[in-house]
C-alpha cells in the first residue's frame, strides 16, 4: 500500500514539474522581451533603438499671453502651430489651427505640401519620425502664428524621448500660457 502511494506522489511531480518550468519560461519570455503586441514594452513605454512616428494630437493654450496682453490685434485667439525638434533638428511643423485656444488635429490630415512633394494625395498621419535612443529629447515648441508680426511663443515642452509611451500621452504644463500638449506615438514598422 505504502509503495502505491510513492508511486502516486511520484506521478504527480512527474507532471507538475515540467508544468512549473513552462510557466517559469512564459514568465522570464515576457519579462525579458515585454511585447504587448503594439510596439511598446509591457509597460506601455517606447522601445530604444525602434523607431517611432509622434504626432499632434490637442493644444489647449491660455485666453492671454504671458504678460497678459491679447494673442492678436483684432482680440482674436491664437492661430496656433507646433515645432518639433530632435537632435538640435527642426523635423515637424503643424499645419495651423486659427483662432483656436483648443487646437485639434485629425489623425489622418491630408498635407497638401507633402502630397505635391510626393505627387499622392492621400490622408497620412503627420508628425515627427524619431528613433528612440537613452538620453535622447524633443523639444516641442507652440506658436501663435502672425502674417505681420513676429510669431509669439506660447510654450515650450522638453520630453525625454524613452520616456514617452505608445498611444496619448498628455503633458500639463504651469506658469505658461501653454496649458496642454497631447501627443500620440505610433510604432514604424
Do not use: C
Request: no cysteine.
Amino acid at each position: 500500500m505504502e509503495k502505491e502511494h510513492k508511486s502516486h506522489k511520484l506521478a504527480w511531480l512527474g507532471w507538475l514539474i515540467p508544468l512549473a518550468v513552462v510557466i517559469v519560461v512564459v514568465a522570464l519570455v515576457l519579462i525579458f522581451y515585454g511585447r504587448n503586441g503594439n510596439g511598446a514594452q509591457s509597460n506601455g513605454l517606447v522601445k530604444i533603438d525602434h523607431d517611432y512616428l509622434v504626432t499632434v494630437a490637442l493644444v489647449e493654450i491660455s485666453e492671454t499671453q504671458a504678460d497678459g496682453s491679447k494673442w492678436d490685434i483684432d482680440d482674436s485667439a491664437p492661430d496656433v502651430q507646433v515645432k518639433i525638434k530632435w537632435r538640435n533638428e527642426w523635423i515637424f511643423t503643424s499645419t495651423q489651427k486659427p483662432n483656436s485656444l483648443l487646437a485639434v488635429w485629425p489623425e489622418d490630415e491630408i498635407r497638401i505640401i507633402d502630397s505635391i512633394k510626393t505627387g499622392v494625395v492621400e490622408g497620412q498621419r503627420a508628425g515627427a519620425k524619431i528613433r528612440i535612443r537613452p538620453a535622447d529629447y524633443i523639444d516641442i515648441f507652440v506658436y501663435d502664428k502672425d502674417l505681420f508680426s513676429r510669431n509669439d511663443l506660447a510654450g515650450k515642452l522638453h520630453i525625454a524621448t524613452d520616456k514617452l509611451k505608445v498611444g496619448p500621452n498628455t503633458f500639463k504644463l504651469k506658469n505658461q500660457p501653454l496649458k496642454r500638449v497631447q501627443l500620440k506615438v505610433y510604432p514604424i514598422e
